[in-house]
């Protein structure tokens, strides 16, 4: 079927259609925003939704449970599927949104031209027919002159009252008027058939091609309009396998939840180390009271002066033992952070320095590699001068060993503190036999580690600190003293005495062993050289974090 040959007498009826069908592309263009709207805010919302849930604390404060991790897999694969609905949304408005909007703009300039044709082709017929209906009045009111001036003829041809002028003269004017009506029925006849021949034209070649364009435009809106369908379902298509890992993800993540290993972990987080109490031994408070021989009742040693053993007071264990309950308020606001941690539980204690100790060698390690990497530059510089002065990298070079210094004190004392702490670890079995055999423990004091104590001023201090020269014998042939600090020399000292070391002005040392006030000061150069310096010659600065040091300069 074709629009020029069925429906040439319908050209309104195609303009509406056309439109409609432009207005209809443009209706389901809306369409398509709307819905990607709602996947922009889908999409916003569940991103909102997961940055709300994930853990704002720092990655040291996270719980490891795995119910936890399995919750924060499951956000983050929600994440990727919210990731997912933005594709969804930024490829419809690319694809089918945009499209359609450019292509309805094409359409309206191409209706816009066929329907301009068609009303020019129509204009151009309705000259010819104005041109054809004049030619036809004119040689409709010439016969009619023409028959009047017959007649006015005949009368007077047959007058015989007329005169010969008048009745040449009426002759004349029927020849005149007789030749007018035929160039007038011969103008008629070429309009009429110009006409007819424009007519023809018209209706079997102009209009015919005219609605065959629409026709073909009509048709090329409906193939992209399910194009457009099409490419609207396979947006989403093309999501679904990503979709459907960010949902294996999830089932994965919950086939990860291990009751077990969270109860391990509980047990990890909060294990003491301590052991459990031991049984409370009889206090008998009757033994100032007189009795007979014959008094069946069952007789307790006595203590020395016949008073009870102080060790034994329910009252000073009767608040040792938290064992169902919260501890006290007092407890826990007279807790400080100890360098030592000996705040904590032997177990946490042991966890906590071990973390310690390994971030401390972690940063030793850098320090270690930035003074190989300023050494093999020194050396550089050394060999081409011109390169940069070997020089200007020596402050680098001290303040980087002086830095190594400081963490390897660090180091040494943490490792100290473990090594207290597992020697202790190591020795309970021991004390817990001991304190089977003699059934009680010292006044004040529940366990070894010093946590449970009834007296307050006792409950959080640290445990006594070894003498920092206890270890001197140990370390000297093996390893270096750590640095406890580093002096710049005031003066220069020619260190011509045995055991005393030569140093330049504003040379900057290593103090490893301070003043015992006979005026000499320990000290290390960066070359590892050690002596005795005067005290007054030198500027010292000792590091905080050191045991009993205090900084002054």
């Given amino acids: 079927m074709s629009w020029g040959t069925d429906l040439w007498d319908q050209f309104e009826n195609l303009d509406k259609h056309s439109q409609w069908g432009i207005d209809f592309l443009e209706r389901y263009a809306k369409f398509v925003k709307e819905r990607l709207e709602i996947e922009q805010t889908y999409a916003k919302q569940l991103r909102s939704l997961v940055k709300k849930y994930c853990p704002k604390r720092p990655k040291d404060d996270e719980p490891r449970f795995t119910s936890c991790l399995s919750f924060y897999s499951i956000l983050n694969e929600l994440n990727d599927y919210a990731g997912q609905r933005e594709v969804v949304a930024e490829e419809m408005g690319h694809k089918v949104y945009g499209e359609l909007m450019r292509y309805s703009q094409d359409l309206k300039a191409e209706r816009k031209h066929h329907l301009q044709e068609g009303r020019k082709a129509q204009q151009y017929l309705d000259q010819c027919w104005k041109h054809m209906d004049n030619s036809k009045k004119k040689f409709e009111r010439e016969c009619k002159e023409a028959e009047k001036s017959q007649l006015i003829y005949e009368r007077l041809d047959n007058d015989i009252n007329a005169t010969k002028s008048e009745v040449e003269k009426a002759k004349s004017q029927l020849y ?128 020395e002066g016949g008073k009870p053993d102080p060790k034994h007071a329910v009252g000073r264990t009767k608040n040792k033992l938290w064992l169902f309950g919260k501890k006290p308020k007092w407890s826990l606001k007279l807790a400080p952070t100890l360098e030592d941690l000996s705040h904590l539980p032997p177990e946490q204690r042991r966890k906590k320095l071990q973390q310690r ?35 200007s990298l020596q402050p680098k070079i001290s303040e980087t060993i002086c830095n190594m210094e400081k963490l390897r004190s660090e180091i040494h ?97 290593y103090v490893i062993e301070e003043d015992k006030g006979d005026g000499w000061t320990r000290v290390r150069k960066q070359g590892g050289e050690e002596g005795y310096v005067p005290t007054s010659y030198v500027e010292i600065t000792l590091e905080k974090n050191s045991k009993g040091a205090v900084t002054y300069i």
């Fill in 176 to 303: 005149l008027r007789q030749h007018m009506a035929e160039e007038s029925k011969n103008e008629y006849a070429a309009q009429l058939q110009n006409f007819n021949s424009e007519q023809w034209k018209h209706f079997n070649v102009a209009i015919p091609q005219i609605f065959k364009n629409l026709q073909d435009m009509d048709e090329r809106r409906t193939v992209k309009l399910g194009e457009m369908y099409r490419s609207f379902a396979e947006v989403e298509r093309r999501v679904i396998p990503i979709i459907s890992k960010c949902l294996e993800g999830m089932v994965t993540a919950a086939k990860n939840v291990n009751e077990r290993r969270d109860s391990g972990i509980v047990v990890e987080s909060f294990k003491s180390g301590f052991e459990p109490p031991g049984d409370f031994p009889f206090e008998d408070f009757s033994q100032n009271i007189q009795r007979t021989g014959s008094d069946g009742t069952i007789g307790t040693p006595k203590t």
């Fill in 413 to 509: 004392k943490n490792e100290s503190w473990l090594a207290e702490v597992e020697g202790k670890h190591g020795s309970r079995s021991e004390r817990r036999s001991s304190a089977d055999v003699n059934h009680h423990a010292p006044h004040g004091r529940e366990s070894p580690e010093g946590s449970y104590t009834d007296d307050h001023s006792q409950e959080h201090r640290s445990p006594p600190q070894p003498d920092p020269h206890e270890f001197d014998d140990e370390f000297d042939d093996d390893d270096p003293l750590p640095a406890i600090g580093h002096c710049k020399a005031l003066y220069s000292f020619d260190g011509s005495n045995e055991g005393t070391l030569v140093m330049k002005e504003n040379e900057v040392l």
């Fill in 357 to 391: 100790i390994d971030e401390l060698n972690k940063e030793l390690q850098k320090e270690m590699d930035q003074r190989d990497a300023l050494n093999k530059m020194k050396d550089v510089y050394e060999k081409n001068p011109q390169m940069g002065d070997p020089g």
